[in-house]
């Protein structure tokens, strides 16, 4: 089943066409003093929301028009299912994710979790729930699909400077076969 890629996920979010008011609120979030905020709270009322609308909204895509999905791994050291939402970025049938952990020293425990375990499940903007194959973007894919992101928040520019000893890593979700 191919991923679904329709209104919301591919019209709406970029950065360009944010009005001024998400401008300041994407610019000033990726700070230090919002990561240290947003990294321990905002996946959990992100996730609430995202239950009381029926997987349509989270507070993240209602303030600032982004792409959310809510991604379902399994965890690398418990083996237990984890649901994460993250901005997610289309790129044809496929969506791409960042690593990025606000700007912090290491990569967030879900990028661990789709190390050990590439199929994942993934729900996008109300739709059902969809079987991925995460794998980690290399080279010029890498490069291009990091400037993509760049496009919806600015904000990671920021936190590869902050972050030392690693590189942010690029995860695509390829959607898998029948």
Same mark, same amino acid.
């Given at each position: 089943? $191919?991923?679904? /890629? ?5 019209? =709406?979010? @970029?950065?360009?066409?944010? =009005? ?10 990726? !700070? ?10 905002? @996946? ?11 997987? @349509?909204?989270?507070?993240? !895509? ?10 379902? /791994?399994? #965890?690398?050291?418990? #083996?237990? !299912? ?10 044809? =049938? ?6 990025? =952990? ?16 590439? @199929? ?33 928040? $600015? ?19 390829? $959607?898998?076969?029948?």
């Amino acid at each position: 089943m $191919p991923v679904e /890629t329709r209104d919301p996920m591919s019209k =709406n979010g @970029r950065y360009r066409a944010a =009005n001024p008011l998400q401008r300041f609120v994407i610019r000033n979030g990726a !700070s230090v003093a919002a990561g240290r905020i947003l990294a321990p709270t905002q @996946r959990h009322v992100d996730a609430l929301i995202f239950r009381i609308s029926k997987g @349509r909204r989270t507070l993240t !895509s209602m303030a600032l028009g982004w792409p959310i999905v809510l991604l379902t /791994t399994v #965890g690398a050291r418990s #083996g237990l !299912s984890r649901t994460v939402p993250l901005l997610g970025l289309p790129d044809g =049938n496929r969506i791409v994710v960042i690593a990025s =952990n606000y700007g912090r020293a290491g990569n967030p425990s879900w990028y661990h979790n789709l190390r050990a375990h590439p @199929r994942v499940s993934m729900a996008v903007a109300g739709g059902p729930s969809q079987q991925v194959l995460a794998r980690e973007a290399e080279g010029s894919e890498r490069e291009r699909l990091w400037q993509l992101a760049l496009q919806y928040y $600015p904000g990671w520019a920021d936190y590869e400077q902050r972050v030392t000893g690693r590189r942010i890593p690029v995860i695509v979700l390829d $959607p898998e076969a029948d």
